[in-house]
């Protein structure tokens, strides 16, 4: 069945660092793929997304390319900031719009 | 677009007792409606969903249950409460195609 991999948290990083955080997937067809955040003690917020090949989401400085060839849709923002601390779910949409998710990347910013 | 409210954000029970958690939705007609939960720490696990009144479809067999009595009310009950049920639960809602959208959460203690 369809899946979602993300890298392992937690990411540590310095303040305007650089941030990529993985995500690959397995699917039949062409799924429409999403980044969520979760604030501490929240609920998930869609952070972007992208519906086919080649398209790029973007929001809050952070953006992320459907990759049909590779399967991936990383996440990058080239300066990160103490306020982007949080945990970030890569998922995709089935064909029976249900959403597969991965398991979470944590992500620190120290300042 | 849509709004999801849940309510309470936080809640203790004893072990044993019931529960009921109420999710209601704002701002459109017959959406799909999930309830996941999120263990400590970790992912998302996708409990139930609906895409219609009095349709709901259970995705981990376990002593919780739904129910949808109305188009845009969501309900996640237990008759008896096990030490297991603690975890972070979240209501989400989407029109068919679109990204779904999350309330803030309810956080179960079971003591």
């Known amino acids: 069945g369809d899946s979602v991999t993300q890298m392992e948290g937690p990411v540590t990083l310095s303040e305007e660092a650089f941030l990529t955080i993985n995500c690959t997937y397995t699917?039949?067809?062409?799924?429409?793929l999403f980044w969520y955040v979760q604030y501490p003690g929240e609920g998930l917020q869609l952070l972007l997304k992208?519906?086919?090949a080649d398209d790029k989401g973007s929001n809050k400085g952070f953006e992320a390319t459907y990759r049909k060839e590779t399967t991936s849709f990383h996440l990058e923002k080239g300066s990160v900031q103490v306020s982007d601390s949080a945990v970030y779910f890569c998922a995709l949409k089935d064909s029976n719009y249900q959403l597969i998710w991965g398991a979470g990347t944590k992500l620190i910013i120290k300042p | 677009s849509q709004t999801i409210h849940q309510w309470p954000a936080t809640l203790v029970q004893p072990v044993g007792s019931p529960l009921s958690l109420e999710c209601t939705v704002e701002?459109?007609?017959?959406?799909?409606l999930y309830w996941y939960r999120q263990a400590a720490g970790r992912g998302l696990q996708l409990l139930f969903y609906s895409v219609g009144i009095g349709q709901i479809s259970s995705e981990v067999p376990q002593n919780l249950s739904a129910s949808r009595p109305q188009d845009r009310q969501f309900i996640l009950s237990s008759k008896k409460l096990l030490l297991s049920d603690s975890g972070f639960y979240l209501c989400?809602?989407?029109?068919?195609?679109?990204?779904?959208?999350f309330g803030d959460g309810t956080r179960l203690s079971i003591l």
């Open positions: 701002g459109t007609s017959n959406p799909n």
């Open positions: 699917a039949t067809g062409y799924p429409s």
């Open positions: 989400a809602g989407s029109d068919s195609n679109q990204p779904q959208h």
């Open positions: 992208a519906t086919k």
